[in-house]
């Protein structure tokens, strides 16, 4: 079990920068895939990025591809997406998710754990 909790949204204007960061609970941190998915009002969850257990391996989104980056500190027990050249689009709320095994990092159904969600709103 793990109890993730983000931190780090809030109201960007266009081509300004987030870093949102995800707090997993216990010492089992290193033993979970993390991903980042946004769900903007209407529309389905969407994977955005995700990372391998060690940090060695990142998937991304097509759309955010070049401008957003995930990184994991496991002695911090933590995630990061740190979010550049923002754009309206990017608006919705993004969460951190976590499983112990992915065969599939980029489809929601596939993780087990959810935070709570931070709302990232860009303005343009």
């Known amino acids: 079990q793990v109890q993730l909790e983000e931190s780090g949204g809030g109201l960007v204007q266009a081509g300004g920068s987030l870093r949102l960061s995800c707090v997993a609970s216990?010492?089992?941190?290193?033993?979970?895939?993390m991903g980042w998915f946004r769900q903007a009002p209407g529309k389905e969850r969407e994977f955005v990025a995700a990372?391998?257990?060690?940090?060695?391996?990142?998937y991304y989104a097509d759309s955010v591809k070049g401008r957003f980056t995930i990184s994991r500190d496991n002695a911090k027990n933590t995630v990061y997406l740190q979010m550049n050249s923002l754009k309206h689009e990017d608006t919705a709320v993004y969460y951190c998710?976590?499983?112990?095994?992915?065969?599939?990092?980029?489809?929601?159904?596939?993780?087990?754990?959810w935070g709570q969600g931070t709302q990232v709103t860009v303005s343009s």
């Open positions: 990372i391998s257990r060690s940090g060695s391996s990142t």
């Open positions: 216990g010492r089992t941190f290193s033993n979970y895939v």
């Open positions: 998710a976590a499983d112990r095994g992915v065969g599939a990092p980029t489809i929601p159904s596939r993780y087990n754990y």
